[in-house]
């Protein structure tokens, strides 16, 4: 990429984004963000419980990434956030209208595995489905790159490098 953009990495729970963000961040020179950071308590309660968000309690968490993408804008960065429908990437990039994402995807059989296997982290398989459920896929006329996430983390950051530097052409 020839001049430092924020890179949104998105997708499902499961398929990476924490894992790959960082590695992401440090191929590109720029700062990371971890998504989960910008949920307010009661957000993190209700996913621990297995109950989806709803619109209205995402709203926020998207301001706030939003908030922290804008502030970054010229400098470069990259943020974590599931950003499952438009609506949810477009109040993003109403803050920072200049976002890419990268769309991590995978088999939900290998995303469930890999959630099955994590520790520490408050978001139960249970709500997979309703993440699959939820999900819509990058369109045509959004900036930015799916990403297949087989493989290792190092394989997966460099399908992501070559497809953010091949947008960039």
Do not use: C
Not at 28 to 56: C, Q, R, S, W
Not at 105 to 113: A, K
Not at 137 to 166: C, F, K, Y
């Amino acid at each position: 990429m020839t001049t430092p953009h924020v890179v949104v990495v998105m997708g499902v729970a499961g398929t990476g984004k924490t894992t790959i963000g960082p590695l992401l961040a440090n191929r590109l020179g720029v700062p990371y963000a971890e998504g989960d950071d910008f949920h307010p308590e009661a957000n993190i309660a209700k996913m621990t419980a297995g109950t989806p968000l709803t619109d209205e309690d995402r709203w926020p968490w998207l301001e706030a990434i939003g908030a922290w993408a804008h502030g970054r804008t010229g400098l470069g960065g990259v943020v974590s956030s599931s950003a499952l429908k438009r609506a949810y990437r477009d109040r993003i990039r109403s803050a920072a209208p200049d976002v890419v994402f990268v769309h991590l995807t995978g088999d939900r059989t290998l995303i469930e595995d890999r959630m099955a296997h994590r520790k520490g982290h408050f978001m139960p398989t249970a709500l997979l489905d309703s993440q699959f459920g939820t999900l819509q896929p990058l369109q045509a006329d959004e900036t930015g790159v799916a990403v297949d996430v087989t493989g290792s983390p190092d394989e997966i950051t460099e399908r992501a490098v070559t497809a953010l530097r091949d947008l960039a052409r």
